[in-house]
């Protein structure tokens, strides 16, 4: 089992940028993928981005450029950063990752984006 905390949310002006952290309990060398989502009030749950055990990286296409996925196995982290953010990023935001075939969730960081 593994339990992950995020944290790092909060409330920022467009344009402006914000690092979220995803604190895993144990070894992360043992977990596959590690992922962020976000949801929006009334909206499934998406993928923002991905990132695998050895660090192959794949992005949810509007944050393209924008965000960047990354994980210290090391010190059990996996973070995301979020620059030039927009309105529309604004949502809960949650860790996830795969080990041994079972999907772990953290309890999710709020972002707001607005002015």
């Known amino acids: 089992q593994v339990q992950l905390v995020e944290s790092g949310g909060g409330l920022v002006q467009p344009g402006g940028s914000l690092r979220l952290s995803c604190a895993a309990s144990g070894s992360m060398f043992s977990i596959k993928d590690m992922a962020w989502y976000r949801q929006t009030p009334g909206k499934e749950r998406e993928l923002v981005a991905v990132i695998s055990k050895w660090g192959s990286t794949n992005y949810e296409d509007s944050v393209k450029g924008r965000f960047t996925i990354s994980r210290d196995n090391l010190k059990n982290i996996m973070y995301l950063q979020m620059n030039s953010l927009k309105p529309e990023d604004t949502a809960d935001y949650y860790c996830?990752?795969?080990?041994?075939?079972?999907?772990?969730w953290g309890q999710g960081t709020q972002v707001t984006v607005s002015s």
């Open positions: 996830k990752a795969q080990l041994y075939g079972n999907d772990y």
